[in-house]
């Protein structure tokens, strides 16, 4: 339709009336929209695509069904109801979807009549699932055991009810990417590509000037180029190109209108915005492809209103002919790269932390809702240990399930859920779906547990005779089962079970009600230490027990009950409490007696019955100093609190810190208040050290005797905010080592990667934020290290952390802020409790561990005490009333053959039976290459040891998943050429299992998943061991 006359000036009326006639007749436009690549031309690839946030500024569910729109319009069944009919107007047109929490709430309800219809949009490509997981997970606050189970969920509905594989990786909103997600969760699952935008702003100018956007991403050095994922990053965001390319029904982008008999006919212009739009990108990329992403949050509600644009646009700027516009989708783009057979710039570590501008980090978030992070990493560890259960006693699908738990688990690993930068209501909202979740989870824990302790006489699951009941809100110091009165003979069976693959000896605390012993189940006494519960935990208690379940406890604790168990792997033991009252002293457990420091006379005070010993300043009841007695590790070390004050956004950068943002205002130490002694508490089994550090903070050291770390629980909250600051609580360690701004923090909770200070290698860093800047997110811990000896804190949910100062480490614990930081959530992170009305400030109690080990000898502990801090034993209670339980029930049981445990340096992370009946196995090695002398080598693992009452049928080793064979992915997936690479494989990994001997071998960080089909799974026979 462009006029394009010569003589245009000296004919214009006649052309006009031309024109008007001859449009006259032409109201029907058919829209070439065939276009394919081009060999010779850029190539615009068109994605249509819509963002769906699986809960942020509303719930998952209010997001699907489109309620609550006065905080956002969006509407996800919209979404879903209108691409339907939109991609059948034309064969040509495509579209991608990403999240499968919400396509499967969409999916239940459709017809036959629309289910066949996706069905067949699907097998032509027109539809397709991209990243296939429930939800697009963060990549910062997640544990790699949740990333895998909310993929595998994902991946293995779409390829049961489809039979699709999805090839590609997007993650595009995600803070900063992880090299977990690259290695383990793109290649290990078979992606061709990863794609996403949010890379630091200076990291993305230096990318664009140099081309080099797309790289080749060799995320682990352990694992090599057999991990390596080709990886786009958006030039600008995940949105259409600058330029006006918006079409949702209220977007002002202008559309193009083409009828010459309506006024403001557009064609021209807006076929060279989109040619402006497209060679402006292909400035900053390599080769003749570009995708434009044509979409973003909740876009496509009124799919046509996008699809007639885009139609028009493909159709006029092939007219025009000076670039290439075609209907495309990640894949096809990944494909027309991946066949020019160039090589790419390599990309090694990860990318964090994120800053979208000088005074913008984004590590805030690392830390950002505490106690939501503490509760998904509970929930991670009960839904494995769950799930083991339910295999050992069979899966019942029409009992209780760990289906919801896995659900709920799933949703919470969003990039604006377990982040902590969702609304408060939303994130009620995941903590309401992990608590429904847990609570069908633990019956059924419970019930296997009851199960399994059925005697061998009469084994089986349908009559059990004993009730166990657990404790999930023993962070509170709040267990009624345990807390009962054990006079007239009764007494209390308490079962612990262990989730590892490893014999494990632990300490249990559980609050009881009057002075306690504890026999084995061979009814040997065994040693245990009575703890008086400290009036802080009792006041925490009572006020959250109010606030949460709506009552007052009828009954205070009198002590904690602290015992040594010792646990088979994938097994259990049990232990009996019984009374004290009445019966003559010999009883090992005591009553700990309590002084200030302040009475003390020497200068030091020492902490610690064991090899480890803590030493405090008399005077003000300070750390100073760490001696191991075995290691012979001495180190002056001090433990201090601060804060640092929220920015407020008031000054030249209107940049508050927020959810997403940590923008420190100045730093202030904390100081303990003069008026509380330290008291220290000592025990047979451990010594305390209790500190009220301020009115707002509250600490507890503990050193076991047989354990070489020190434990620090705090409880912060609620942060005062009446001086109108908001406030970032840090604790700081520090130690006298020379660690030349070097740090390690983990990826996920597993590769380690090194950190220094104020520099990043991919980039000359101009250093604007000293302090946020510096900030890297924890999963599993932090380490630093010298000539001599390396110092690690290891932690119980993610955090952010740093070394700011050489020989220092510091975490931050808990935010309060007042100001929205501006990223779009729209309210300030300031989480209250209520109780009757009066709210006060979120506070929260959480454990991190301290050590210090000789040069090299660190990681052992890392890793083996960083698995236990992952799955916390799983103690259930029930009473015995006169009887004898032992005589009539299996007290002690492993799956395993008694003379078997896994290697020291592999963990079980995934046992499952599946609905189908086969069996999910996932082992992991937990080294990297180079890491440990010994530990760092091949591991082998027996799987008739590991399963020594059922018989293999059949083994099949998979992707990661489990959604294809790994044989088959490694067949199909891109190998991609990369710039000085010789592309030469040397690194080491475990060879096919031969099904006969069926051992499994892993080389370092080797993540290994298996479907096995057992001959034959009885109860009765495991009953039988
Ligand atoms: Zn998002």
Aim: aromatic share 12%; glycine share 6%; charged share 20%.
């Amino acid at each position: 339709m462009a006029i394009d006359h010569p003589h245009r000036r000296t004919r214009l009326s006649a052309l006009l009336l031309v024109a008007l006639w001859s449009l006259a007749e032409s109201k029907y436009i058919a829209y070439n929209t065939t276009q394919r690549i081009v060999a010779d031309k850029l190539n615009v690839h068109i994605v249509a695509h819509t963002h769906d946030d699986v809960g942020w500024l509303k719930t998952v569910d209010q997001y699907y069904v489109g309620s609550n729109n006065s905080i956002q319009g969006a509407c996800v069944q919209n979404v879903l109801d209108s691409i339907i009919p939109a991609l059948l107007a034309d064969k040509n047109r495509r579209f991608i979807y990403v999240e499968q929490a919400f396509f499967q709430r969409w999916w239940r309800q459709q017809s036959d009549e629309i289910k066949s219809t996706v069905k067949e949009l699907l097998s032509s490509g027109q539809l397709e699932f991209i990243n296939g997981g429930m939800c697009m997970h963060d990549e910062a606050a997640v544990h790699y055991i949740d990333m895998i189970d909310q993929t595998t969920l994902g991946h293995r509905f779409i390829k049961q009810e489809f039979g699709i594989i999805p090839r590609i990786g997007w993650q595009i909103d995600p803070f900063g990417h992880s090299a977990v997600q690259a290695y383990l969760l793109s290649a290990e699952v078979g992606f061709d590509a990863l794609y996403f935008f949010r890379i630091d702003y200076q990291d993305l100018a230096k990318r664009k000037d140099l081309k080099s956007l797309e790289v080749i991403w060799r995320a682990s050095k352990s694992r090599g180029l057999s991990a390596d994922v080709f990886t786009g990053i958006f030039p600008k965001n995940y949105e259409p190109p600058p330029g006006g390319f918006y079409f949702e029904v209220n977007d002002d982008s202008p559309v193009i209108q083409d009828d010459p008999l309506l006024f403001d006919y557009n064609v021209q212009e807006r076929v060279d915005d989109f040619v402006a739009a497209a060679l402006s990108q292909a400035n900053i990329t390599r080769a003749n492809h570009i995708m434009f992403t044509m979409g973003t949050d909740f876009k496509y509600q009124y799919a046509n209103s996008w699809f007639r644009q885009l139609d028009k646009f493909i159709h006029y700027v092939n007219k025009d002919g000076r670039v290439n516009a075609l209907y495309s989708t990640p894949s096809i783009y990944t494909d027309a790269k991946y066949a020019l057979e160039e090589s790419w710039p390599l990309k090694t570590g990860d990318f964090f932390p994120y800053a979208d501008n000088p005074n913008a980090y984004w590590t805030g978030y690392f830390t950002s809702r505490p106690a939501i992070k503490g509760y998904v990493r509970m929930m991670s560890a009960y839904y494995l240990a769950a799930r083991q259960l339910e295999f050992f006693t069979e899966r019942n699908s029409s009992g209780y399930t760990t289906d919801s738990l896995a659900d709920a688990l799933a949703i919470a690993q969003h990039h604006d859920a377990v982040t902590g930068t969702e609304k408060q209501h939303v994130a009620n909202d995941y903590a309401k779906r992990l608590s429904i979740g847990y609570s069908e989870a633990e019956k059924l824990v419970g019930a296997s547990l009851a199960c399994l302790t059925e005697p061998i006489s009469s084994p089986g699951c349908y009559n059990t005779t004993t009730k166990f009941e657990q404790c999930p809100l023993l962070n509170i110091s709040y267990c009624p089962p345990s807390e009962v009165d054990l006079s007239l003979g009764k007494k209390m069976i308490v079962l612990v079970y262990n989730s590892l693959g490893w014999k494990r000896n632990d300490i249990i605390r559980i609050p009881v009600i009057s002075e306690s012993i504890v026999h084995d189940s061979d009814g040997n006494e065994i040693e245990s230490q009575l703890l008086p519960l400290a009036d802080a935990t009792i006041n925490l208690r009572s006020h959250h027990v109010k606030a949460y379940l709506g009552i007052s406890p009828s009954i205070t604790p009198k002590f904690w009950l602290i015992f040594a168990v010792s646990v088979p792997p994938l097994g259990f033991n049990t232990y009996f409490v019984s009374s004290t009252k009445g019966k003559v002293a010999g009883s090992v457990a005591s009553v700990s007696t309590f002084y200030s420091s302040e009475e003390s006379k020497s200068s030091n005070i020492e902490v610690g019955k064991g090899k480890l010993k803590l030493l405090y300043n008399v005077k003000d009841g300070t750390l100073t100093h760490y001696l191991n007695s075995r290691s012979l590790v001495k180190a002056s070390m001090e433990q201090t609190y601060s804060y640092y004050a929220g920015d407020s956004g008031s000054g030249n950068d209107p940049q508050a810190s927020g959810a997403y943002i940590f923008r420190p205002n100045g730093t202030f130490p904390i100081k303990p208040e003069k008026k509380t002694p330290t008291t220290i508490v000592r025990g047979s089994i451990l010594d305390e050290v209790h500190q009220q550090i301020n009115p707002w903070i509250y600490q507890v050291s503990r050193v076991y005797k047989d354990k070489e770390h020190a434990e620090v629980e705090f409880t912060v909250g609620p942060i005062p905010v009446d001086d109108e600051i908001g406030k970032e609580i840090v604790t700081k360690i520090t130690t006298g080592m020379a660690t030349n701004k070097t740090f390690y923090t983990d990826s996920n909770g597993r590769d380690f990667i090194k950190r220094v200070r104020d520099y990043r290698s991919d980039l000359e860093l101009q250093v604007n934020q000293p302090v946020a800047g510096n900030y890297y997110p924890i999963n599993l811990g932090i380490y630093m290290q010298d000539d001599s000896t390396e110092f690690s804190v290891l932690v119980d949910r993610s955090v952010g952390g740093s070394s700011i100062l050489d020989g220092q480490i510091e975490l931050m614990l808990h935010r309060r802020l007042l100001y929205d930081d501006g990223r779009g959530v729209g309210e300030a992170l300031n989480e209250t409790v209520c109780v009757n009305g009066e709210c006060a400030g979120l506070t929260v109690q959480g454990k991190f561990y301290v050590k210090i080990d000789p040069l090299g000898e660190g990681s052992r502990w890392r890793r083996t005490f960083g698995q236990e801090i992952y799955s916390p034993l799983l103690v259930a209670f029930s009473i015995e009333d006169g009887g004898n339980w032992t005589g009539s029930h299996t007290a002690n049981f492993s799956a395993m053959d008694p003379s078997y445990s896994l290697p020291d340096n592999v963990a079980l992370i995934t046992l499952q039976e599946l609905e189908d009946g086969n069996v999910l196995l996932r082992l992991a090695h937990l080294y990297e290459v180079g890491e440990h002398k010994d530990l760092s080598a091949m591991a082998y693992v027996e799987l008739k040891k590991m399963f020594p009452v059922r018989k293999i049928g059949n083994i099949i080793e998979m992707n990661l998943s489990a959604n294809q064979e790994k044989t088959a992915m490694e067949k199909k997936r891109l190998k991609w050429k990369t710039e000085g690479s010789s592309g030469v494989e040397t690194i080491a990994r475990g060879a096919p299992v031969d099904p006969s001997e069926l051992v499994v071998e892993l080389a370092p960080m080797e993540v290994r998943t298996f479907l096995i089909k057992f001959d034959y799974i009885s109860f009765a026979k495991i009953g039988d061991r």
